[in-house]
Structure formats: structure tokens, C-alpha cells
């Protein structure tokens, strides 16, 4: 019998309206927007289903981003589903953490605002993004590491798809280098800082205060860290790994790696989009793969995971 896991992502995938018809719909998945406009002193709600600019800004993308992974996350434990594993990308953990037990909704929320806020304010002027497209992830580790000025790696998403981060001309001179190595494309995000990156670390020591003062409880169900792309069995390692994750590169294709290799043959994403179901088919094919955005899509799980 394989197992199952459930996944969540992170920043890109938002859109207004995401979560509206769990809202309406479910009880549970509408007491959890609630809760997040508690514990963040937002109206989550209307960040996420009124026409605004503030949704695709970080410190309130990340609150509206776990408010509606949540909600849907509780409207399918709700079905009687639970999964084997958790894991999620950058943001996208925090869903895992509260799938997994080992954090309440209400904290993730609280910290998770707090995260945005941190690392909204730490993007210093000068950084950027580049997506590497069809180039091994050691060739790009090298030329980063060969490269003048702070320049890394993000996200490894899948095969041939790394996202690079650092000083926005450092980042500019090693996408030229991976070009001229072979690299199909290297195209610049459109994002407002270099996430991932250790010019966020100051982010991460803040973020560290807060997770302080948070309960970490007994993990019922094990998650992967990104910062590891391993379990988390021992509560105690959460926070330092969470605190690490602002700074990090994201071990994405070796965490979904490590899970298929470990017995893990169907995949639920648990959010807006199909960015994490895509990455999937990139990575092993031979895997199930269902998405839960929309109330109809919770029909799936009965079909698909018995």
C-alpha cells in the first residue's frame, strides 16, 4: 500500500478570489479565514476575495497565501483524509507544519504575518531573481560559487527549473555565465526582493524572536524542512529550521525526491494553482498527482485516495 502526501505551496500561486467558494461553502474552512483576520489583525477574507494590489505584496501575500491552504487543509481532514507526510515550498511549509500537528493554525498565522512584515522590510534595493531553465543544478551551483558578489541558489524546483537569488547584479553576471554554459533560458522575476538569499538572514534572526514565544507541539505526522529536504520527527529542531529557511535555499526536488523514495506514490497539493503538480510531473511521472483549490475538487480525494 503506498503512502500519501500532502503538499502545499508558496508565493506566485495567489489570486483574488482564491478560497472564496470554501468560505461560503464549509463552516470550518471559513472559521479558519476568521481566525487568520484574528491573529493577524487583517481582513484576510477581503485581501483575498476583493479586487486589491496588496495580495501580490509579500507582507500580506504570505498571511492570505496560509489562510486559504488552511481552510482548504481543514475542509479535507473534515472528509476523514489524512496524509503519511507533509511538506510545502518557502511559505507553503507552514502549511505543512499545521497539517502535521506541530503547530497550531492560530501561531502559523501569527508568525506567518510576521514573516511577511520581516521580510518586506529586510529587502535591501539592488536584489533580484533569475529562473534558470535546462541546466544541471551543479554547474549553477559552480558558477554561482565563481560569481563576484552574493548570488545563490533559491529554489530547486525540479529538473531543469532553479531559481538563482542575490544582489540584482551579481545575479544579472551569473545568468549571463549560465548562458553561455548551456542554460536555455535565464529569465528575471518580477519579485520585490532576493528571496532565499542570505541578504534576508537579518529577516530570519527576527523571525527567530518570534518563534521564541511560540508552542511547538508533538508532530503527529512527519514533515520535510526545506533547509534539509529530511524529516522533522523532534519538535525541537522546528524553529531553528524555520528561522534557517529565510536565508536557504529551498531543497524542493529532493524533498518530493526523498518522500517517493520512502513509498510516497500520490500527491495531494493543497492550495491555489498547480505550480507544486507541475514541478511533479517534471520530477517523476509516475506518481499520482491531484490538486484541491476549488469545494469540487474535494470529490478527487474520494476517487483517488480511496
Known amino acids: 500500500m503506498g503512502k500519501t502526501a500532502f ?9 483574488i478570489g482564491m478560497g472564496k467558494d470554501f468560505y461560503e461553502q464549509i463552516p470550518v474552512s471559513r472559521k479558519m479565514f476568521d481566525l487568520a483576520s484574528k491573529a493577524s489583525d487583517l481582513d484576510v477574507a477581503e485581501l483575498c476575495f476583493e ?4 495580495i501580490d505584496i509579500t507582507e500580506y501575500t504570505q498571511i492570505a497565501m496560509l489562510a486559504m491552504e488552511v481552510a482548504v487543509l481543514k475542509a479535507v481532514e473534515e472528509k476523514g483524509y489524512t496524509p503519511d507526510v507533509a511538506a510545502g515550498l518557502s511559505l507553503g511549509e507552514y502549511g505543512a507544519l499545521v497539517a ?36 544541471d543544478a551543479d554547474i549553477i551551483e559552480k558558477i554561482c560559487e565563481e560569481t563576484d558578489g552574493i548570488v545563490g541558489i533559491a529554489n530547486y524546483n525540479c529538473p531543469g527549473q532553479i531559481v538563482i537569488t542575490g544582489q540584482a547584479e551579481a545575479v544579472d553576471r551569473a545568468s549571463q555565465t549560465l548562458a553561455e554554459a548551456g542554460a536555455r533560458r535565464c529569465i528575471p522575476l518580477n519579485v520585490s526582493g532576493p528571496f532565499h538569499s542570505i541578504m534576508l538572514k537579518e529577516a530570519g534572526e527576527k523571525l527567530g524572536a518570534v518563534l521564541e514565544e511560540t508552542e511547538i507541539h508533538d508532530i503527529r505526522i512527519p514533515y520535510l524542512a526545506n533547509v534539509t529536504a529530511d524529516y522533522v520527527t523532534d ?12 536565508a536557504s535555499s529551498v531543497r524542493w526536488q529532493q524533498s518530493v525526491e526523498r518522500m517517493i523514495a520512502d513509498g510516497v506514490d500520490s500527491f ?38 480511496g
Open 268 to 305: 495531494v497539493e493543497i492550495g491555489p494553482g498547480k505550480t507544486l503538480s507541475g514541478f511533479m510531473r517534471k520530477i517523476n511521472r509516475n506518481v499520482k498527482v491531484i490538486n484541491i483549490e476549488k469545494v469540487e475538487d474535494l470529490e478527487k480525494l474520494c476517487g483517488n485516495l
Open 235 to 246: 519538535k525541537n529542531q522546528v524553529k531553528q529550521l524555520l528561522m534557517q529557511q529565510v
Open 51 to 54: 479586487e486589491n494590489t496588496k
Open 100 to 135: 502535521s500537528g506541530a503547530m497550531s493554525g492560530e501561531d502559523a498565522f501569527r508568525v506567518v504575518r510576521k514573516r511577511g512584515i520581516y521580510m518586506q522590510e529586510a529587502v535591501p534595493h539592488g536584489g533580484g531573481m533569475a529562473a534558470v531553465l535546462g541546466l
Open 7 to 15: 503538499i502545499f505551496p508558496g508565493q506566485g500561486a495567489q489570486y
